[in-house]
């Protein structure tokens, strides 16, 4: 019963998510629009967009391999089953210990299966696209799970359950910790994570893998109709969870229990919260970086994750550990 009563609960975690991502690529585009003084396109020109390639024929190019076809399906389908370990302002569905390694390896899958798919299209843009993508996965990943873990060791010292589970976020946060070290390190790691988050949706300075006046779309060059329709949906589910990742690490507080709500009518208020907090947080990584930012090259990339942010998550992680250790007194 309880399988079930999860597996239902992914199907309709599925379609709000589906809906709540692609509403955040129209404010995204109607946003950006406004801070250039342009107009933009519909609020829902996303949903249009999706319904109208989803109904067009996919085009496969002469020398494209048996995976240029998968990949989407396949995208889609890791998409849904990172969704289980999603927090939505609540423990994750098919939370257990150690989930977050399951979280970060189904988000790094995504952009592996984009690779192989590129790699397959015969096409010489998406595979200089495809070279990219390694190259910034291997970069952003590294400060990224550097920083988690040191806050989920951290917070595993106050006496969690589920050490290193996304549930660990709902038990205790970070910020309640409230020394003067614990405070600078958690700032400094909420900076990259930051940083992180607009590299995993590939906006702004971290635009380099698709790089449309450059590559044409890279991995996406010869992608059509259905096809690109299941990667269009699946990049807009990966920005609302990347995004939820940083809400439950960094925001985590509900609002049901402030309003005296229990049951199924605090779990409502509670996931629109939630929602609401990602839009926040994708407001100021997606939004505004895409808006003051250009493109830079892949070179500057790199050296920007390996050179700057990484030696940020060093610090940061070190000061956790000192206070940890009670290193000064």
């Not at 240029?68 to 849904?80: G, T």
């Not at 940083?195 to 010869?222: C, D, Q, T």
Request: hydrophobic letters at 55%; proline letters at 5%; charged letters at 15%.
């Amino acid at each position: 019963m309880n399988l079930l009563y999860a597996t239902l609960s992914l199907i309709l975690a599925y379609f709000y998510v589906s809906i709540a991502s692609l509403l955040w690529e129209g404010i995204d585009r109607k946003l950006v629009a406004r801070m250039q003084r342009r107009v933009g396109p519909p609020l829902l020109q996303p949903f249009y967009d999706f319904l109208k390639l989803a109904s067009k024929e996919s085009i496969i190019p002469r020398n494209a391999g048996k995976l240029f076809e998968l990949a989407p399906v396949f995208v889609l389908a890791v998409s849904i089953a990172l969704l289980a370990y999603t927090p939505f302002g609540f423990t994750p569905l098919f939370s257990t210990k150690g989930d977050v390694i399951v979280f970060i390896y189904l988000l790094t899958l995504i952009g592996f299966i984009r690779v192989l798919g590129a790699i397959n299209s015969g096409s010489p843009y998406a595979q200089i696209g495809a070279q990219r993508e390694m190259v910034i996965l291997v970069s952003r990943e590294v400060p990224m799970m550097l920083g988690l873990f040191a806050i989920l060791w951290r917070l595993s010292k106050l006496g969690v359950s589920k050490p290193f589970s996304m549930a660990t976020f709902y038990e205790h946060n970070i910020w309640e910790i409230g020394t003067p070290l614990s405070f600078i390190g958690t700032t400094i790691l909420l900076l990259v994570f930051l940083a992180w988050l607009a590299s995993e949706i590939e906006v702004g300075y971290f635009n380099i893998p698709e790089a449309e006046e450059e590559i044409a779309e890279g991995p996406m060059a010869e992608y059509s109709g259905r096809h690109l329709a299941l990667f269009k949906l699946s990049n807009s589910l990966k920005e609302f969870i990347s995004a939820s990742l940083v809400v439950a690490i960094f925001f985590p507080w509900g609002i049901g229990s402030v309003l005296g709500l229990t049951g199924v009518a605090a779990l409502i208020v509670d996931v629109i919260f939630h929602t609401l907090k990602v839009f926040a947080v994708l407001f100021i990584s997606m939004s505004v970086f895409r808006a003051i930012t250009g493109r830079l090259r892949i070179t500057q990339a790199a050296q920007a994750f390996w050179l700057r942010t990484l030696p940020a998550a060093i610090l940061g992680a070190l000061l956790l550990a000192i206070d940890i250790l009670e290193v000064i007194a």
